[in-house]
């Protein structure tokens, strides 16, 4: 069942660069309502839970470490067609494939470091969503 929302982070390298105001501007201005927001930092066991898909490639330990290191922003964002369209704003993994005018072109500096998360799927938008917000902090 396809559904309006989805979850993103602003990575602790974008958010120690001071994309934080930025990053957010993109996503309202790409017609994306912010449902729930919080600035915190997941330890390196929730790192490692978050991204846990990914346990058995070679960069886990190098993304947990990175994911883990610094503060992070969470949120929820509602819109029609919310996963497929954030994934074209925020543009491909490596931000040396990203297109113009995305989140990742303007503000990622590498496959690994690369400023922002999204949902790649609406049961995973709903579980990641879960991860980080209580049912009362989505509104
Ligand atoms: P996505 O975030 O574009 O969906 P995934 O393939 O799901 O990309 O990878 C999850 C995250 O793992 C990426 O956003 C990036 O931070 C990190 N990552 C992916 N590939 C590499 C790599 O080759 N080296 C280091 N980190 C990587």
Redesign the pocket.
């Known amino acids: 069942m396809a559904t309006n929302r989805t979850f993103t982070m602003i990575?602790p390298d974008a958010v120690a660069n001071g994309h934080i105001g930025n990053i957010l501007a993109m996503i309202t201005n790409g017609g994306f309502k912010i449902v729930s927001l919080k600035l915190t930092q997941l330890t390196v066991a929730d790192a490692q839970a978050f991204?846990a898909?990914?346990a058995a490639?070679?960069?886990y330990g190098?993304?947990v470490e990175?994911?883990s290191r610094g503060p992070i922003v969470a949120a929820i964002l509602e819109k029609e067609n919310a996963v497929e369209d954030f994934?074209t704003l925020?543009g491909?993994?490596?931000p040396a494939e990203a297109a113009e005018g995305t989140i990742r072109k303007a503000y990622a500096t590498?496959?690994?470091?690369?400023a922002v998360?999204?949902s790649?799927s609406d049961e995973n938008a709903a579980i990641e969503s879960a991860f980080h917000f209580a049912g009362r902090e989505q509104f």
């Open positions: 990575k991204y898909v990914h490639r070679p960069f190098e993304l990175f994911m994934r925020i491909a993994t490596n590498s496959i690994g470091e690369n998360h999204g790649d």
